[in-house]
């Protein structure tokens, strides 16, 4: 009796301990999942798919990654919807953005140094400055062709740029691959066109282009950095995964690469960015903690 009694003890505890640790593997199990929002830029999209296909095949996560525009992407992980927003311009692009959300989000740091913005032309228009562009509004057919209307670069042509050089222009919002069509359709008619536009984008690696030069006294656009922000307690929840994303950088001559390999590549983008991945370990690699 007594060892029946000891042998029904052992088996509980047996039990219980199971279930201890299969609840435990339930409860950490999240943390094996990354719920990221990204732009539809074409910086944001190539290094966004890259970082899903890197978090699967090399440790094991399960990655939601979904497009937004910049509002709905910095709300989503204010709220805690999402773990990380990809791509923050800091500290002039989304300025305003981030004095509002700035509190409740965590910064942490960034994937590209460098950036430029402002507004582009192929380099066969023969002007070379901002404020020449009302001297030829009728050759840009009076417009600037622009993205996402919430994309900063819209935001700061459209409340900055266009009131402090008194342009004659009206920016028109589309979409980063519209604006990349309506360059493409401008270029092979060789027509003068006018763009909102930002470097790292594989357009350069394309065409030629040039961004028209501000006036020294009408400065708009500096060159910027390109951050990722977690959702505050994401240290906490998922140490690893806030990591990785930290380690996450580019140089110039990467990034590039990335993009053009995504553009021209027949397959879909996550195939492409998984053939980079593994053409490029080394540098994927150092990324993980």
């Known amino acids: 009796m007594k060892l029946t009694k000891r ?62 525009e910049v509002g709905p992407g910095y709300t989503s992980i204010a709220q805690g919807d999402m ?3 990809m791509e923050s311009w800091l500290p002039i692009l989304h300025r305003d953005y981030y004095e509002t959300y700035g509190d409740d989000i965590l910064d942490l740091g960034h994937v590209y140094e460098g ?3 402002g507004l582009v032309v192929p380099e066969y228009v023969t002007i070379d400055k901002i404020s020449e562009l009302n001297d030829h509004v009728d ?31 009206e920016l028109l919002p589309s979409s980063g691959p519209a604006m990349a069509a309506a360059l493409q359709d401008a270029i092979n008619r060789e027509e003068w066109i006018v763009v909102t536009g930002w470097d790292p984008h594989w357009k350069f690696g394309r065409w030629d282009l040039k961004f028209l030069e501000q006036d020294e006294d009408k400065m708009i656009w500096d060159a910027e950095n390109i951050h990722i922000l977690g959702r505050k307690d994401l240290e906490e929840d998922k140490p690893e995964l806030a990591q990785f994303l930290r380690n996450m950088f580019f140089t110039v001559e990467e990034l590039a690469d990335l993009m053009l390999f995504i553009e021209e590549a027949d397959a879909g983008v996550l195939d492409a960015a998984r053939e980079w991945m593994y053409a490029n370990e080394h540098v994927v690699d150092a990324w993980i903690p």
């Open 115 to 117: 950036t430029l913005s």
């Open 7 to 68: 042998v029904l003890v052992s088996a509980m505890i047996l039990l219980i301990s199971v279930t201890g640790v299969f609840a435990a593997g339930q409860q950490a199990a999240p943390e094996k999942e990354a719920n990221l929002v990204y732009v539809n830029w074409a910086e944001g999209v190539a290094y966004t798919h890259l970082a899903k296909v890197v978090l699967e095949e090399k440790m094991g996560y399960e990655v939601n990654i979904t497009a937004a």
């Open 83 to 85: 773990d990380a927003f």
């Open 139 to 169: 050759k840009f057919g009076g417009v600037i062709t622009g993205i996402d209307a919430g994309a900063g670069v819209m935001i700061t042509t459209e409340e900055s740029l266009i009131p402090t050089y008194g342009l004659e222009l």
